[in-house]
């Protein structure tokens, strides 16, 4: 437990020694703030239903670009041999890097909390939603940092990490969006991979366990997939 501890810890201190947590921070939560007031107050309702879906679609982008880093980097610099070879397993070096990351996804949603009391004080808000939206964000960051730390544990370019991850990322945005041109027959398997549908029901204020488990499935084959990768280097 305390090489899992140190191993994140150093990870999320790492965004902080230098200028990228600050960067993705300030940019995220100025396109996030533009995007999401100047459509609030054509809603003429208290609701912060907006914000999590431009949250959501934020982090298609955010999240790819803060993983692509986590083991790729270490490859290229030739630290991962020393990593591995010191006395911490494979699944302390993969947990901690994706608890490291979770770290700073945390912070990036405590900042918003701002904009839901502004929310607040303009009028009656429905707090049910607002929890449960909250939830389904951590539940999709945590599924996206896992896709993020897979692309990462296969190649030492932080680039085609980035791409790599990004684009898996999107095709669980876009599924559900081609729906009406793929048979009938595809509807519910293709409807259950999207993201963008399990997200509204959590952003109307529903908790389903459906819902829970596909992020959360997402999330654990992902970082099994990374581990993988991590332990074959081991053996190579």
Not at 8 to 27: E, K, L, T
Not at 35 to 49: D, I, M, V, Y
Not at 93 to 98: N, R
Not at 210 to 219: C, E, G, K, N
């Amino acid at each position: 437990m305390n090489n899992l501890t140190t191993i994140a810890g150093r990870q999320f201190r790492s965004y902080f020694n230098g200028p990228i947590a600050y960067i993705v921070i300030c940019v995220f939560l100025l396109v996030l703030g533009f995007l999401f007031w100047q459509t609030f107050f054509l809603q003429e309702r208290a609701t912060a239903r907006e914000m999590f879906n431009y949250f959501s679609l934020i982090n298609y982008f955010t999240l790819p670009a803060v993983t692509m880093g986590l083991l790729a980097e270490e490859k290229r610099t030739g630290t991962i041999e020393l990593l591995i070879t010191m006395p911490v397993s494979d699944a302390q070096v993969i947990l901690g890097k994706f608890l490291g990351v979770l770290g700073l996804y945390l912070v990036m949603m405590l900042l918003t909390l701002p904009y839901v009391f502004s929310i607040a004080s303009l009028g009656d808000l429905d707090w049910g939603p607002v929890f449960s939206g909250y939830f389904g964000l951590l539940l999709q960051g945590m599924a996206l940092i896992g896709i993020g730390l897979m692309c990462s544990s296969f190649t030492d370019n932080q680039l085609i990490a980035f791409f790599a991850a990004l684009a898996i990322s999107i095709f669980f945005f876009l599924v559900d969006k081609f729906l009406p041109l793929m048979p009938r027959e595809l509807h519910g398997i293709l409807g259950f991979v999207s993201m963008d549908l399990h997200l509204d029901l959590l952003r109307r204020g529903v908790i389903a366990v459906r819902d829970a488990l596909f992020f959360l499935s997402v999330t654990a084959l992902t970082v099994l997939v990374a581990f993988r990768a991590l332990e074959s280097r081991r053996w190579s």
